[in-house]
């Protein structure tokens, strides 16, 4: 809520300051309610007429409902809110959980890193196609997966996500954790924050060695015939 014509910073009221307005009208509006509406209970039963009844009762009514008007206030600017925030937290948490699993399951490799490009996340897929479980690979330089021929995409990986770029589907060749080198297809993109700002990158690596042997055997056969 805020104020007409004032500006940003003063005229913004928080939770706690609407919130404790609430309750102290409520008790005012309480204070005054009770003794008011005994006596006039009291006097309308055994004194007033019933012309004066007739008059009196609508009004009575009225300021029997202010009450209910402040609680409902209460409860539109308080509880309302609460329990959508309660709904929604449950509805992030429970897309976080099956995002999760998808990519734990999923059969491509699919690591998280640092902006500096270590290792912070690794998943099953990750491991099949390394050899690295997590705990061996968390915290490991990304690096340790790229053949020695070809440590010079590093840098130009980290600089090219750092500038907010992808690389999709790009082929090369990774290292597994028993020596033995696989050719990939590989798409780094930038993970950002909530704010939009780059916190680190993601990696994700099918292996495509089969494929490759495959295509590599046909043209053979297609250059004997």
Same mark, same amino acid.
């Given at each position: 809520?805020?104020?007409?014509?004032?500006s940003?910073? @003063?005229?913004?009221?928080?939770?706690?300051? =609407?919130?404790?307005?609430?309750?102290?009208?409520?008790?005012?509006?309480m204070? +005054? /309610?009770?003794?008011?509406?005994? +006596?006039?209970?009291?006097?309308?039963?055994?004194?007033?007429?019933?012309?004066?009844?007739?008059?009196?009762?609508?009004?009575?009514?009225?300021? /029997?409902?202010?009450?209910?008007?402040?609680?409902?206030? +209460?409860?539109?600017?308080?509880?309302?809110? +609460?329990?959508?925030?309660?709904?929604?937290?449950?509805?992030?948490?429970? #897309?976080?959980?099956?995002?999760?699993?998808?990519?734990?399951?999923?059969? %491509?490799?699919?690591? &998280?890193?640092?902006?500096?490009?270590?290792?912070?996340?690794?998943n099953?897929?990750?491991e099949?196609?390394?050899?690295?479980? @997590?705990?061996?690979?968390? &915290?490991?330089?990304?690096?340790?997966?790229?053949?020695?021929?070809?440590?010079?995409?590093?840098?130009q990986?980290?600089?090219?996500?750092?500038?907010?770029?992808?690389?999709?589907?790009?082929?090369?060749?990774? =290292?597994?954790?028993?020596?033995? *080198?696989?050719?990939?297809? =590989?798409? %780094?993109?930038?993970?950002?924050?909530?704010?939009?700002?780059?916190? &680190? #990158?993601?990696?994700?690596?099918? %292996?495509?060695?089969?494929? *490759?042997?495959?295509?590599?055997?046909?043209?053979?056969?297609?250059v004997?015939?």
């Amino acid at each position: 809520f805020s104020a007409a014509g004032a500006s940003d910073s @003063a005229g913004q009221f928080g939770l706690i300051p =609407l919130l404790l307005g609430t309750l102290y009208i409520g008790f005012v509006a309480m204070l +005054f /309610a009770v003794p008011v509406g005994l +006596f006039a209970a009291i006097y309308m039963a055994a004194y007033a007429s019933n012309r004066l009844r007739s008059i009196t009762k609508p009004l009575l009514e009225v300021l /029997a409902g202010i009450p209910t008007i402040v609680y409902g206030f +209460f409860a539109l600017t308080t509880v309302g809110p +609460f329990l959508r925030d309660i709904s929604e937290r449950k509805q992030a948490e429970r #897309l976080t959980s099956e995002m999760a699993a998808v990519v734990q399951n999923s059969n %491509d490799a699919i690591i &998280g890193c640092t902006r500096d490009g270590y290792i912070r996340s690794w998943n099953a897929g990750a491991e099949r196609i390394y050899g690295y479980t @997590a705990e061996e690979a968390v &915290g490991q330089p990304l690096h340790v997966l790229i053949p020695e021929e070809r440590l010079d995409e590093f840098p130009q990986t980290l600089t090219a996500v750092r500038q907010g770029n992808s690389m999709v589907n790009y082929e090369t060749v990774r =290292l597994r954790k028993d020596g033995k *080198k696989i050719s990939v297809s =590989l798409t %780094d993109s930038p993970i950002r924050g909530e704010n939009g700002r780059i916190t &680190g #990158l993601s990696s994700i690596a099918r %292996d495509i060695t089969e494929r *490759k042997r495959l295509d590599a055997e046909l043209a053979a056969r297609t250059v004997a015939v």
